[in-house]
């Protein structure tokens, strides 16, 4: 397995700058050998090929980590019920992607390479199928919005109530959500804002601030009564129960969604952890989120919020980007360390805990981008 990892990374860097060419052909010649299989996906294919490409790359920086290859996959496999996607669709997409990548990589390519991606994506569909059939959950579920509150022109949280099944989630996990009255079978990760319940209510917090389809939506088209779809959960971003650390949480924007949920969870049973939360966001007003957690300092003494902000020089407050605020208050060498945001922002505060030695495993993080 080492050396196919090894030859699956390095053929990759033949075609990784070439994404959109490689999507391209992916999708031309999947829907060429099976044209049935162009009504699974939306009739706007902008952006489907991004997500393609990133469930790619995952699965080929795990391959050389047989569990979390197996995890990822297996949960890969039960999220795809929602696009109907059958075992036998799984070869057709082999062949599909097998060619993309040859024709992509053109003279760089050859049978070493060839070889190793037949073997890899043998192994990924025969996991994903496994995982499909082991699952007894609904493909997806209808949801009910409940409520909706916007924050500014960009920002809203929204609740919504998972019918007909019960939804089981972790706190720190994302679902698919899907708009099907505005954009059907476009579906986006959103990660849950709040921890699990009996009554399988869910709440997302979601930024817009483009004309993203299904956040644009969200935020400024939905009300409550109307109905979307919610795919199987899914992450690892949850609560390690059996650790003694404390533990840092650090929220950028709207990956204070994640944070908030864990937040939650810990206030059900935690009375030994220290828990420091660090939220930051440009301005003061984008720290929308800020009150409900200072609700929860008042109640819970283990838990500490330190709001900071970027652009705004009248924040009362820590002022520069949360990374910089986190490596002030540093080191968190000894902690458990949980970070949600943009993808900038995640990195930057991955260098911070790297500088503090924090043991990757003590780790976890969720990335957002304006979708």
């Known amino acids: 397995m080492d050396n196919i990892a090894r030859l699956l990374k390095e053929s990759w860097t033949l075609v990784e700058d070439d994404r959109v060419r490689l999507s391209g052909h992916f999708y031309a010649r999947l829907f060429l050998l099976d044209p049935a299989l162009r009504q699974l996906f939306p009739v706007q294919m902008t952006g489907q090929g991004d997500r393609l490409l990133e469930a790619i790359v995952a699965a080929i920086h795990t391959v050389d980590d047989p569990e979390s290859f197996d995890e990822f996959l297996r949960a890969l496999g039960r999220d795809h019920r929602k696009y109907h996607v059958d075992e036998e669709h799984y070869a057709t997409m082999g062949v599909a992607l097998l060619d993309a990548l040859r024709s992509t990589a053109g003279d760089g390519w050859n049978l070493e390479y060839d070889q190793a991606w037949r073997e890899a994506y043998a192994a990924i569909a025969a996991l994903m199928v496994a995982g499909a059939a082991a ?15 916007r924050y500014g022109p960009d920002t809203a ?8 099944h019960p939804l089981r989630w972790q706190a720190g996990q ?13 579906w986006r990760n959103y990660s849950v804002a709040n921890a699990p319940n009996d009554d399988s209510v869910l709440e997302f917090h979601v930024r817009s601030p483009g004309a993203g ?18 795919a199987a959960p899914m992450g690892s971003m949850t609560l390690d129960r059996t650790s003694e650390r404390d533990i ?3 929220a950028g924007g709207v990956g204070l969604a994640p944070i908030k949920a864990l937040v939650e969870e810990l206030a059900t ?7 420091h939360v660090f939220y930051g966001a440009r301005q003061a007003a984008d720290l929308y989120g800020l009150a409900g957690l200072q609700e929860l300092v ?17 924040f009362d407050g820590e002022q520069g980007d949360v990374p910089d605020v986190v490596a002030r208050y540093g080191p968190w060498t000894t ?6 945001g943009a993808a900038r922002m995640v990195r930057s505060t991955l260098r911070v805990l790297a500088a503090d030695d924090v043991p990757p495993p003590h780790i976890r993080y969720d990335t957002f981008g304006d979708l």
């Open 135 to 149: 699952d007894d959950d609904p493909p997806f579920w209808h949801a009910e919005v409940l409520t909706h509150e």
């Open 157 to 164: 949280v929204l609740t919504c109530r998972a019918l007909q």
């Open 174 to 186: 994302y679902v698919s959500l899907e708009v099907p009255r505005y954009h059907p079978r476009v």
């Open 213 to 230: 389809w299904v956040s644009g939506a969200l935020v400024r088209r939905v009300r409550p009564g109307d109905l979307l779809r919610l």
């Open 248 to 250: 840092l949480c650090v």
């Open 269 to 275: 049973f935690n009375r030994t952890r220290w828990v």
């Open 298 to 314: 008042a109640v819970h003494p283990w838990l500490s919020v330190t709001p900071s902000c970027s652009e705004d020089p009248d």
């Open 335 to 340: 902690h458990d360390c949980y970070v949600s």
